[in-house]
Nanobody, 122 residues
Framework: QVQLVESGGGLVQPGGSLRISCAAS????????MGWYRQAPGKQRELVAV???????NYADSVKGRFTISKDDAKNTVHLQMGSLKPEDTAVYLC????????????????WGRGTLITVSS
C-alpha cells in the first residue's frame, strides 16, 4: 500500500531555516507529481510547492524566493528547503503525490501524507 511519510518539522525562530522531507513507500513504479501543501489553523489548505517528474516547479507566491523544492525520483522522495521563515508560515505541511502508478491500482492515484507541524515563533 502506498504511503507518504513526512519528516523534519518542528519549532523554528523567525528568519530561520528548516528542511522537511517526504518519502513515498509501497510498490511504486512511477510518480508524476510530488509536492507540499499546508494548512494553518482556521484556514484552507493551500499549495506551497509542487514538482513534476520532468522537473517543472510551481511555487505559491508567498514562498517564492524563500522555499526550494527538490526531488529524488530513484528514492521517491521530495524535499522542501525553507528559509527566511515567518510566523505566517506556521502550519501543518502535508506531502502530496499525484499520478502515482503502483500495484495497488490499475489507474494512477493521488495520495496525502499525515502532515508535519512547523511552528515559526520566537
Amino acid at each position: 500500500q502506498v504511503q507518504l511519510v513526512e519528516s523534519g518539522g518542528g519549532l523554528v525562530q523567525p528568519g530561520g531555516s528548516l528542511r522537511i522531507s517526504c518519502a513515498a513507500s509501497g510498490s511504486i513504479s512511477r510518480i508524476n507529481v510530488m509536492g507540499w501543501y499546508r494548512q494553518a489553523p482556521g484556514k484552507q489548505r493551500e499549495l506551497v510547492a509542487v514538482i513534476s517528474r520532468g522537473g517543472s516547479i510551481n511555487y505559491a507566491d508567498s514562498v517564492k524566493g524563500r522555499f526550494t523544492i527538490s526531488k529524488d525520483d530513484a528514492k521517491n522522495t521530495v524535499h522542501l528547503q525553507m528559509g527566511s521563515l515567518k510566523p505566517e508560515d506556521t502550519a501543518v505541511y502535508l506531502c502530496y503525490a499525484d499520478g502515482v502508478w503502483s500495484v495497488d491500482s490499475f489507474d494512477p492515484m493521488a495520495y496525502w501524507g499525515r502532515g508535519t507541524l512547523i511552528t515559526v515563533s520566537s
